[in-house]
């Protein structure tokens, strides 16, 4: 256990009231009134840049929130444990806690490389955090959740083709105070709280705070008995003051700090059975996989630290309120581990588990990281049926990148040192309005003008390594620059038929700026994306059903992407390399139930199925390096080229399930409750990579929770335990030189108490 547990006595934060709604979806939000209480409620979002009712915005959007958040995160579970809580989401990460990867209906991006460029945006408090680090910003003391499916960007900073993760923080002079803890299996420790109001007439503040940390688990049983790896510590503080001089002008200012030290994700080499993808034992296909033991040789280390200013400006003219948003984030990163996950190669005395061609161990680097952000926008007050809203936004990102190759495991002068510099910068003007008839019936179109420009350097100053490895000397640096400027848009219509049906229809072309890829470690060139662009089409239905008893909603959509930009990842040569396919081509649907018959009783599922398509008869990628069974059909014999035409895109499961059920019992004559939550999440089979293989596959996942417990208004003791059927399954592969997995977080068990104040 590492020194900084001592500091488990940090505090962090409240989830606030919202929950669970759109699948799994649980009691009422902030915005509810005391009389909804028999039923589902109002759920207010701010999907749109204002407060409004979930069932009457023309947006597909999920929210998570209260008791369904604080269960899935409860064990010190990391922002890929909203996975799945939300229909057509997915979370995986090569990197474990510092680098989540995002996929919203089957759009997301596979690159393990640190200046990749996501499809999803992950907005924080009106701030979009574009670098992959910055995206696991830890989640505590959030008012609410939201998972935007779609294009989006006519209403927020930064345009995003495949959707928006949004999350809100509790304001200061909102929320309650309090202090929660856990503890649990592998001595997994989550301490969190908040404490804040009103100083005065004029200044409110909250200070919040998580500690999480957890044991190393995995015993590396060739360097002697004992845990060895996948332990972590974690502290992330936020402070916030709101300064409100006069009625008319109010000044939020933020400052945020997150510290992780942990070891660097476990890499399981040959962790698939040839032929299959069973994931098998130290000893071979006919030992029995232990999610607890490894083999491995190499260093391993990862530490992460970020920190951010920002300010929120809001001044009401009358007619108009003028916003201003200005962030600043920096952060570094330092990770190593073992790339081929096992211990020893085919010129060592032994190796294992299985055929290790050859020895492979790096460090990846974020020496320097600094993103600046600005949005200026207004919107209308009147609250008359014609509203409107209307900004520009600036975003400047420097980013430094070095990755180290050493010849031994346990070498710490490498061999090799590759360095990157992006700098990236990009502005926006976006408008939106809308305009609701008296009949109910609303419209709204919003538009974007987006430019951006991106400048690399890549180079390679130092390789001692030998000739016959195939690399050949350092390499002199490599510069170029890509931009673009397109105009993006939306056009919606929501069309009440009743007070509780409402039928939305939503059209969207939204947009990725080119990237660029230069990993020369392992290469000597750079590659380069060109945009791409996506037209959406969906329509659905949001009903209030049985008196306010059950909320459902249906909505399908269908996307073309034209060039989609893709990544190859991996391969031999452990480079990555950029391609655009032709056309990508998506359709699916969602399905968000929430129901509270009767008192003490909820119940809510969500239901997605998504199916993409590569349709690029010129599309081709190398196949695996190690010795796996490609299905794809090859360009040439012998080639080991294969062709991805037809191929559904990577980490992108057709059928995603999830759903949940809470029930209580008042005790009689005391003001507590006893209370049973259990809550689930299934997704079916999902291939790893563009190529499709037996082996770099997973056939499905289903995760399960539970939590019984005892409150009152005050307090609050629970026993919980995480993925309870200790279900095994790989999330992820590793195309180097072997059959290497990653596996999803083990079976947790723990208890918790908390307070409110």
Known sequence: MRNTRLLATAASAAIATTLFSAAPAFAQDAGATAEDQDGVGVIIVTAQRREENLQEIPVSVGTLGGEALQVVTSAGADIRALSGRVPSLNIESSFGRTFPRFYIRGLGNTDFDLNASQPVSLVYDDVVLENPILKGFPIFDLDRVEVLRGPQGTLFGRNTPAGIVKFDTVKPGKGDNYIRGSYGRFDSINVEGAVGGQLSDTVAVRASGLYQGRSDWVDNIDNGPGDDLEGYDEVALRLQVQLDPTEDLSLRLIGQYRDLDGTARVFRANAFAAGSNDLIGLGGPSTKFKRGEVRADGINFQKLETYNLGAVLEYDFGAVTLTSVTSYWNGNLYSRGDIDGGFGNAFAPEMGPGVIPFSAQSQDNIPSLDQFTQEVRIASNDGGPLGYQAGVFYFNEKLDIETFDFGTPD??????????????????????????????????????????????????????????????????????????????????????????????????????????????????????????????????????????????????????????????????????????????????????????????????????????????????????????????????????????????????PKWTANWSLGLSEKIPGTAGEFYLFTDWAYRSKVQFFLYQSVEFSDDSMLEGGLRIGYRTDRYDFALFGRNITNDVSAVSGIDFNNLTAMVNEPRIWGVEAGITF
């Open 411 to 652: 070498d710490t002068s490498p061999d090799a040192i590759a360095l990157q510099r992006q700098v990236s910068d990009a502005w926006g003007v976006f408008g939106s309005l809308f305009y609701e008839f008296d009949n109910g019936i609303r419209l709204q179109a919003g538009a974007r003008y987006n430019d951006d420009n991106r400048d690399f350097t890549a180079s390679r100053p130092v390789d001692t390594r030998p000739d016959f490895l195939g690399f050949l000397g350092p390499v002199a640096p490599i510069s170029t620059s890509v931009s673009d400027s397109v105009l993006t848009w939306d056009l919606a219509a929501t069309v009440p038929t009743s007070e509780d049906v409402n039928f939305y229809a939503r059209v969207a072309r939204g947009y990725r700026a080119p990237s660029i890829q230069g990993r020369l470690a392992f290469g000597r060139d750079i590659s380069v994306a060109d945009s791409e662009t996506t037209m959406s089409y969906e329509a659905g239905v949001k009903t209030i059903l049985a008196d306010g008893k059950v909320r459902f909603n249906l909505g399908g959509f269908y996307f073309t992407t034209e060039d989609l930009q893709l990544t190859a990842v991996g391969g031999a040569n452990n480079f990555t390399t950029l391609l655009n396919a032709d056309q990508v081509e998506g359709y699916g649907f969602e399905a968000e139930l929430q129901a509270r018959p009767m008192a003490g009783v909820e119940f809510a599922a969500g239901l997605s199925y998504n199916d993409t398509q590569i349709n690029d008869p010129n599309a081709y990628v190398a196949g695996c390096a190690a010795p796996c069974t490609v299905l794809d059909p090859e360009r040439t014999v012998g080639s080991g080229i294969y062709s991805i035409d037809g191929n559904r895109l990577p980490q992108a």
